[in-house]
């Protein structure tokens, strides 16, 4: 009876420790799966980040012009 009480106590710890060990190893995919989209997450939000600050700011305005005035045109002796 003690011998039976024994073995099932061992055969509930080993059982225990497997299901750790293949949660563990079904769980490490899909971490790697979120911390990816985690990280495209990331860049979209910072490309949209520029995107906001691009179309939010005004434009700089340049500084205007020169009129450049024709020169007078010298004749050409035939």
Do not use: C, H
Not at 15 to 32: C, D, P
Not at 37 to 42: A, K, T, W, Y
Request: proline share 8%; net charge positive.
């Amino acid at each position: 009876m003690l011998e039976t009480i024994g073995w099932i106590y061992l055969g509930g710890i080993v059982g225990f420790i497997s299901a750790v060990v293949l949660i563990g190893i079904l769980r490490a995919g899909k971490q790697e799966d979120l911390e990816m989209e985690i990280q495209d997450l990331r860049t979209q939000r910072t490309l949209l980040k520029e995107e906001i600050f691009r179309l939010t700011t005004p434009p700089s305005k340049r500084p205007p012009r020169k009129k450049r005035t024709k020169r007078p045109t010298q004749k050409r002796p035939n």
